[in-house]
C-alpha cells in the first residue's frame, strides 16, 4: 500500500490505525506482522539514543580537527573559520554573532562548529540556546542539519522543533522513521518525536500512540508515548492509561506503567486520583497500580489523602503502593 497523503492518513490513524510494519522496541519482544509494502526498508529494531553528555568542566574550547567550512555568506565563512584560532571570550562571541545572524548559513557554521567543540560550558550553552530557535519557517534545513550534527547538538535541535511542533510534524517522523535506510535517520525522527511538546501536536500524538496495529514494541510508537507523558496533561495521561488498559503484552504494559510513573507535572494530579481510586481509564488493578504510584510525585494533601484511603483498598498490591507513596510525601512533607 502507498503511503497515504497526510490530510488522509491522520483521518485513517484516529479511525483504524497506522498501516504500518512493527519494529522492536528497547526490551520489548518484536511483534509479528506482514510487511505492507511501505516505503523504504525498516528492521526489526531500532537503538535508543544514550544520554546526553553534558558532565565535566570546560578545560579548553579549542574543536577537534574537522572538515573545512565553506559558506556562501563571508561573514560566516570568517566567524566559523577563525573560531579555532580565538580565546575562549572570542570564542563566545563567534558563537553570538552567528546566532544573531540568524540565517540558515549561520545556523549551518553553528552546527559545524558544534560539531568538533568538546562537551563543556560553552557547547552546553550554545545547545541551550539552540533549544529556543523558532523552527516554523526553516523547519525543513534544521531537520537536514540533524543528520550532520553530533549528539548533543541534536538533542538541542530536536527540543526547537519539538516546542513549535503540530500534526505535520508528528507525521512527518512516522514517515521518517518507516523510510530511513539507516540507524540515524531512525533515531533522528524518534528523537524528534519524543521531544515534542507543543499543544497542537497532543491530538496527533495520542492516535499514533493509540494506534490498534502498532504497540511500544514499535521504537516510534513508543517515542510518542514519551512525549506525552512528558507533556503530562490530563487528556494525556488518560491517552496512557487507556493504552495501558489495553495493552497487548506484559511487557507494553509495564513499558507505559513506567512512563505514567514518572509524570509529575501538576495538572495531570486530578486525573492520575480519579485513576488511582479506579475509573473508566482504570479499571484494572495493574493501571490503577501505575497512577498510584505516580502520586508519590505529588508531594500535597490532596494526593496523600487519597493514598490513605487507598490504604484501605481491597487489593492488598494497592494497600502497599499507597503505604509507600504516603510514606514518600510525608517524608518530603516534614510529616
Not at 115 to 130: A, D, F, M, V, W
Not at 231 to 245: D, F
Amino acid at each position: 500500500m502507498n503511503r497515504l497523503k497526510p490530510v488522509f492518513f491522520l483521518g485513517l490513524l484516529c479511525l483504524a490505525g497506522c498501516d504500518r510494519p512493527h519494529a522492536a522496541g528497547p526490551g520489548i519482544t518484536p511483534q509479528t506482522t506482514p510487511d505492507r509494502s511501505l516505503p523504504g526498508p525498516r528492521t526489526d529494531s531500532a537503538n535508543s539514543l544514550p544520554p546526553s553528555a553534558l558532565s565535566g568542566r570546560e578545560s579548553a574550547a579549542t574543536p577537534r580537527p574537522g572538515p573545512e567550512f565553506h559558506s556562501k555568506n563571508p561573514d560566516v565563512e570568517r566567524l566559523v573559520q577563525s573560531f579555532s584560532k580565538g580565546s575562549p571570550t572570542a570564542q563566545e562571541e563567534s558563537v553570538r554573532a552567528l546566532l544573531e545572524i540568524g540565517t540558515m548559513e549561520a545556523l549551518d557554521g553553528l552546527v559545524h562548529l558544534l560539531g568538533s567543540l568538546r562537551p563543556g560550558e560553552l557547547k552546553t550553552r550554545t545547545c541551550q540556546e539552540l533549544s529556543h530557535l523558532d523552527t516554523r519557517d526553516d523547519r525543513d534545513t534544521l531537520l537536514a542539519l540533524m543528520s550532520l550534527a553530533d549528539q548533543e547538538t541534536r538533542r538541542a535541535l530536536a527540543i526547537a522543533l519539538g516546542a513549535q511542533a503540530d500534526s505535520g510534524l508528528v507525521l512527518r517522523m512516522v514517515e521518517q522513521f518507516d523510510a530511513a535506510s539507516h540507524d540515524q535517520a531512525r533515531q533522528n525522527a524518534r528523537l524528534v518525536m519524543s521531544a515534542i511538546r507543543a499543544p497542537e501536536a497532543m491530538e496527533t500524538l495520542a492516535a499514533v500512540l493509540t494506534d490498534p496495529n502498532n504497540g511500544m514494541s514499535d521504537p516510534i510508537v513508543a517515542a510518542a508515548a514519551e512525549a506525552l507523558a512528558m507533556s503530562g496533561g490530563a487528556p494525556q495521561v488518560n491517552v496512557l492509561l487507556r493504552k495501558m488498559q489495553s495493552s497487548g503484552t506484559p511487557e507494553e504494559a509495564k513499558a507505559i506503567a513506567e512512563l505514567v510513573a514518572g509524570i509529575s507535572n501538576p495538572v495531570a494530579e486530578s486525573a492520575l486520583i480519579y485513576a488511582a481510586r479506579g475509573n473508566k481509564e482504570a479499571t484494572t488493578p495493574t493501571v490503577r497500580l501505575a497512577a498510584v504510584r505516580a502520586l508519590e510525585n505529588f508531594p500535597g494533601q490532596e494526593s496523600l489523602g487519597v493514598l490513605k484511603q487507598l490504604q484501605q483498598d481491597p487489593n492488598p498490591e494497592i494497600q502497599a503502593a499507597a503505604a509507600k507513596a504516603r510514606k514518600k510525601i510525608e517524608t518530603v512533607l516534614g510529616l
